[in-house]
């Protein structure tokens, strides 16, 4: 499996690719979400929503073979891509490398313009969220 | 179309610029307007030539400021058709032109077991301050169905209608839809039960001409912000009677008469309502916005705006998984919609890649969404500087991202 930091530097230039033009940059995101491994409909509940996003994120955790294994959806297609770039650079890894991964991808594509202050305050709780199911799958460990 | 739309472009220096690459098409209208050059100029001509404090200095610019200020107080009266200036009152806006009368006239006139009346496609702002006074006062809010058009059922209205009834509270034109309701034969109604009626004209007074003596209402609630004018700035009108008889929102200087520590008498309306220095730069450059609409005239802005509405639902109608939102008869250029398999957000975002601003989401409407059985919808609102061009632009945008989802 690549490491945290080769994934991340193959988006970069994967959105570097795509430049400025804002349009093919949001079709490639939404494209994205659609590889996302399908969300077993009894997860799509209340309990699983992401706070603090406008759109609905459902997101999920469970830990195989020690690693954290991530499933997510969302109702609009540019969430789903958005969350799937995450999963890409944090699903099936160890708690601890999640907890101490630096995601320097999103500054280096520039998330911030291209998905606005309001989507950029979502993106943030689903790090937090995802980082928040490493940490209890990494307390029960430790128990 | 006698409208001169290159003309009326060229004072709206907003408008000119690009975003993302793509020449700027400004869609949402209903939830602020650009302002046109004069306002701009009164703005900026105001804090360098008047600026002072209002009503109270004893010198020139302290005089010149409060005619500028109590001028535009008179041109809202004109605007409005009110019998006079007085029953013209300076809020921050919509919101706290309904909140001042929910506080006022809601804590003197309404109690336990009275009933207020408002409908299914409110604003929270015209629904929000009504629960918390209901909620304090033990009164109780009933609320008019609608139809799946997007329209008042009246004769459900006429049903809830009792005397118990204190006030009706309603929208003259929906944000969400742009049905406009009618507001003359529910004032009447209202009238006849002995109940007050509240219009909120957030989003008829920049499209329709709103005659308060006609319609009878006793309240009308509006924003500059959205008649092409400053942001932070509203009116309230009232009827003279309702608005003596109504306690004083806001305790503080201007609103007083005289003030001692036993007893403090208060000032004459409208200044009653307006506590603390008011918002004078604001109010001096809405002049300017009015002036810029009545320089149009409110019958050609109708019609041109009637002309917008009419080709982007023939345009729109084209598309394949184009689901319009509110299909009433009688509305203002607010063309609502959904694409079929496809999330709102997704729609606006890709629109706004491509230089096109509409609003997306339940617009401050969630009980009429959850009515409709819709999450949100993508909202397009025409005014007078938009043109078909940019409706045609609009159109093949759509047209390409609605084929994502519907081959």
């Known amino acids: ?143 | 179309m006698n409208f001169d739309i290159e003309k009326i472009r060229s004072l709206f220096p907003l408008l000119h610029q690009e975003v993302h690459g793509k020449p700027l098409i400004y869609f949402d209208n209903a939830a602020t307007t650009q302002k046109p050059q004069s306002v701009l100029d009164a703005l900026t001509g105001y804090y360098n030539h008047d600026n002072s404090n209002i009503h109270r200095g004893a010198h020139a610019l302290a005089d010149r400021a409060t005619r500028y200020f109590e001028e535009t107080r008179e041109t809202i009266k004109d605007f409005i058709h009110a019998r006079e200036a007085a029953e013209i009152i300076f809020t921050k806006g919509t919101t706290e032109s309904i909140n001042l009368v929910a506080s006022t006239f809601g804590r003197k006139f309404i109690g336990s077991g009275d009933e207020i009346i408002i409908s299914t496609m409110e604003h929270h702002s015209n629904i929000v301050p009504w629960q918390m006074l209901c909620e304090e006062k033990g009164a109780i809010l009933k609320i008019i169905p609608i139809s799946e058009s997007g329209e008042i059922l009246f004769e459900e209205f006429e049903k809830l209608l009792s005397p118990k009834t204190k006030l009706v509270s309603i929208v003259h034109a929906s944000n969400a839809l742009g049905t406009i309701n009618p507001v003359r034969k529910i004032i009447q109604a209202a009238h006849s039960l002995g109940a007050k009626v509240l219009l909120d004209g957030a989003q008829s007074t920049s499209h329709l001409e709103v005659d308060v003596q006609e319609l009878d209402c006793d309240f009308l609630a509006f924003s500059a912000h959205k008649l092409y004018g400053p942001t932070g700035l509203g009116v309230l009108y009232g009827k003279r009677e309702i608005l003596e008889a109504m306690p004083p929102f806001h305790g503080g200087g201007e609103m007083i008469k005289e003030v001692t520590f036993e007893k403090t008498t208060y000032n004459e309306i409208p200044f009653k309502f307006e506590a603390g220095t008011p918002n004078i730069a604001d109010v001096i450059a809405f002049k300017s916005s009015l002036d810029f609409i009545n320089g149009l005239g409110k019958k050609a802005i109708k019609a041109h705006e009637d002309e917008l509405l009419a080709y982007a639902n023939e345009k729109m109608g084209e598309i394949k998984g184009f689901i319009p939102v509110g299909t009433a008869p009688e509305k203002v250029s607010v063309l609502s919609f959904n694409i079929n398999g496809m999330h709102p957000y997704d729609v606006g975002m890709m629109l706004d890649a491509n230089g096109i601003a509409v609003r997306t989401g339940h617009h401050c409407t969630q009980p009429l969404m959850k009515r409709l059985g819709l999450e949100g919808t993508v909202r397009a609102s025409f005014a007078v500087y938009n043109s078909k061009l940019e409706i045609d632009s609009m159109a093949d945008n759509v047209a390409k991202i609605a084929r994502i989802k519907n081959k």
């Open chain 1, 1 to 143: 499996m690549s490491s945290i930091k080769d994934i991340q530097d193959e988006i970069v230039s994967e959105f570097e690719i795509l430049g400025d033009d804002k349009e093919s940059t949001i079709y490639f995101i939404m494209e994205l979400g659609a590889g996302l491994e399908a969300l077993p409909e009894v997860a799509r509940v209340e309990d699983n929503i992401i706070k603090g996003c406008q759109s609905k994120v459902w997101l999920i955790a469970e830990e195989q073979d020690g690693k954290v294994h991530y499933m997510a959806d969302s109702n609009t297609d540019i969430t789903k891509g958005l969350i799937s770039l995450l999963l890409r650079v944090l699903n099936n890894r160890a708690p601890e490398e999640i907890l101490n991964a630096k995601l320097d991808f999103v500054e280096r594509i520039g998330m911030g313009s291209i998905i606005g202050s309001q989507r950029s305050n979502g993106f943030a709780s689903m790090i937090k969220q995802i980082k928040l199911f490493a940490f209890a799958i990494q307390s029960n460990q430790n128990v």
